[in-house]
């Protein structure tokens, strides 16, 4: 039961610091601030790799007992403080895995509108032309030109 409940503690510290991170992120994007978000991105990161190490050992754990997921572990132990802590923390850990799937759809549409921003300006800058009054495509057959008067061939 130790075992159970060092694993879980161990994966909610590691979501509240994921938690912790995501909502500095979001902070960071709504005020543009890439270097920032960038430092934290690369922060988050290593906290996923943690994680993802501590998922494989409660999974190894989960393996270890014949059960196929944590309620099941839980269920096999008699009824105990302890075993009423795990259940709690198993619970504050799906809570926190929720709450981390939602702030992570906030800043996927924060990074696609600051993206979409990017790419306007990236065309606004490339595409730096006096505008379409200049254009080909605006010259009308009979208007007197039919060419681009700043094309370089004229």
Do not use: C, H
Not at 73 to 92: D, I, Q, Y
């Amino acid at each position: 039961m130790k075992r159970a409940i060092e694993l879980l503690r161990v994966q909610l510290l590691l979501l509240g610091r994921l938690a912790d991170s995501s909502r500095a992120l979001e902070e960071a994007l709504k005020k543009n601030k890439g270097d920032e978000a960038g430092r934290l991105s690369l922060e988050m990161e290593k906290t996923l790799l943690s994680l993802g190490k501590a998922e494989k050992s409660s999974d190894q754990y989960i393996k270890e007992r014949n059960k196929n997921n944590w309620e099941e572990v839980l269920n096999g132990f008699r009824s105990s403080p302890e075993k009423k802590m795990a259940r709690e923390l198993l619970s504050r850990v799906r809570e926190r895995l929720e709450a981390l799937k939602a702030a992570a759809g906030k800043n996927a549409v924060l990074l696609d509108k600051d993206v979409g921003y990017v790419n306007f300006s990236i065309n606004v800058l490339t595409g730096a032309s006096a505008g379409t009054t200049y254009a080909a495509t605006a010259a009308q057959p009979g208007a007197g030109r039919a060419v681009d008067m700043l094309d370089a061939s004229v």
